[in-house]
């Protein structure tokens, strides 16, 4: 089986730019499509990210991933921070007959 | 319009079951996986396992094989999960999701994620 690893929390002040990675630990991260979710304290997650790079239709295009093979990793993208992107976000990827969730990481804009 | 309507809070006490239900509306139940997922209060996303609706077929994590059943009532077109000997850290949120991929044609409408999610139930284990 695998693990995805993501920091605990990131912050940045609004209209920067924020870089959440997620780390897979055996197998290699294009091995399967990864998405990435954001959830609001209350509520249930919502996809902000699928298919390794695909955008839900409206969610903004602030939103946008990286992959970098060297690193064996994803990075969800955040741009022109806004207030309301402040949230937890975890990736999320799969294998044969098992889903994974990484560890969640809270995003504060200041 | 696609809706995952989940049971009500439950209160347990220890060494107790759980049963949570998950009724799906909007689309072809049999057409999609239904997985759980739990989060503990303050913690991160957890996956349980999943349901074939059609065959029935379910799949768990090992963290919980054995203490868990995932079933589903095709003519109410609900998913259950029912969790045994409850412990205090079984308190949690228990999420239903549907899983976009198509089990039957058309497939142009797939799509790898949870694509809907019920609003969770939360579940208190207490003494």
């Known amino acids: 089986n695998f693990i995805l690893t993501q920091p605990l929390s990131v912050s940045e002040s609004p209209g920067k730019t924020v870089n959440i990675s997620c780390t897979r630990t055996?197998?290699?991260?294009?091995?399967?499509?990864v998405q990435w979710y954001q959830q609001r304290p209350g509520n249930s997650p919502t996809t902000v990210i699928f298919?390794?790079?695909?955008?839900p239709s409206g969610v903004p295009d602030r939103f946008s991933v990286a992959i970098d093979g060297s690193s064996n990793s994803a990075f969800l993208i955040i741009s022109g921070l806004e207030a309301e992107d402040e949230a937890d976000y975890y990736c999320?990827?799969?294998?044969?007959?098992?889903?994974?969730f990484g560890g969640g990481t809270k995003l504060t804009v200041l | 319009q696609v809706e995952l309507v989940q049971s009500g809070t439950e209160v347990k006490k220890i060494g107790a079951s759980v049963k949570v239900s998950c009724r799906a509306s909007?689309?072809?139940?049999?057409?999609?996986?239904i997985h759980w997922v739990r989060q503990a209060p303050g913690q991160g996303l957890e996956w349980i396992g999943r349901?074939?609706?059609?065959?029935?077929?379910?799949q768990y994590s090992p963290r919980f094989r054995g203490r868990v059943t995932m079933s589903r009532d095709l003519s109410v077109t609900t998913a259950f999960l029912e969790m045994t000997s409850l412990r205090s850290d079984d308190t949690a949120v228990f999420f239903c999701?549907?899983?976009?991929?198509?089990?039957?044609?058309?497939?142009?409408?797939?799509?790898?994620?949870?694509?809907?999610w019920g609003q969770g139930t939360l579940v208190t284990v207490s003494s």
């Open positions: 999701a549907r899983w976009g991929e198509r089990l039957l044609p058309p497939y142009e409408t797939s799509s790898s994620q949870f694509d809907f």
């Open positions: 055996n197998g290699s991260i294009d091995t399967k499509y």
């Open positions: 298919q390794d790079y695909r955008r």
């Open positions: 999320q990827s799969f294998d044969t007959d098992t889903q994974v």
């Open positions: 349901i074939h609706p059609d065959s029935g077929v379910t």
């Open positions: 909007g689309y072809d139940f049999i057409d999609y996986y």
